[in-house]
């Protein structure tokens, strides 16, 4: 087995335990207690701060560093996008507008 | 598993958008350099949507599996909250029967079995697996198809980078009901930029997530409190 298709399948197990776990504990453990309050509060936070986390990085950066110039397209694109997706809510809005702004920014400008 | 023509007609939303999110993720998985059997075998063991367009953009970055593992874990703690609350209607069942059923849980079939066991009193647990279940084989097949497709396509590598990026902006904006989520979430991002000039193997995402989201928490059951 070659080293990428060995990262793959270990990223899979990962995957595996990551998700696994996480939706078998409440029933082995909890076995049907409520789950307390603060986790709750806590699990509100999670989805956008990684999502956050994720975007960031990915347009703000190229090669590790800060990218500010015009060939940085994702940045500009995600900027010009933004305002429609957060109005809209929809992922494929944010799909099709992407891709659009993108295009712009690398084919036309 | 019970698979009627009533489980189809609840699960025929969640078949097309899985459908379609499927081939977007196979496609991308391609880029990461994921053989078509492996985003099989990867979406049938893990069933996870946004995890998997996660664990891709990881992969494409080169992130540690450890990493890979701490992500995963933290976007799959919602699971947590499915299975507690799905946890009443499957008491019943043995325990194999209840792991299998938990592990078909995602955001869609959660929602429309939650409401499903509310609302129909015909609706039971064999029903609920096949409703589970049958979006799974839709989801793995279609990524198989993408990544295959990708292949012999080949489209352009920066564009399909960046779909990867308008998705998750898109999946983002579905989570951002008020002003205490947006702040929470560009603190988060703008942290992440910060700690990935200082720390090791990827894990500036995980620890931006859980400080960010840690003093979110705490300022929100600080304000409950008062």
Known sequence: MSDESLYIYGATLMMVIGTFSCRELPLLLLRGRKLPDWFN???KYIPTAIFGALIFPDIFLKNGALDFTLQ???LWATICAFPIVYKTQSLPVALVAGTVF???FKYVI | MHFNKKVIQRAMPIYIGYLFLGLACGILGQQAHIAPIEAFIMSILAYSGSGQFICIAMLLDHASLFSILITNFMVSLRYMFFSTAMYPHIKDCSLPYSVVFAQNVTDETFAVNIDSFTKDKDWDVEQGLALGFSP???WACANFIGCAAAAWLNPPT???SYILVAMFLGIWSGYLHD?????????GGLLSVLLSFVVPFKLHIVLATLIVSAIACWLEVRQIGE
């Open chain 2, 136 to 138: 799974c084989l839709v």
């Open chain 1, 41 to 43: 509060i806590w699990l």
């Open chain 1, 102 to 104: 993108f295009c712009i």
């Open chain 1, 72 to 74: 940085n397209y994702g």
């Open chain 2, 179 to 187: 002003t205490a989520l947006l702040v929470t979430g560009v603190a």
């Open chain 2, 158 to 160: 920066e564009l399909v």
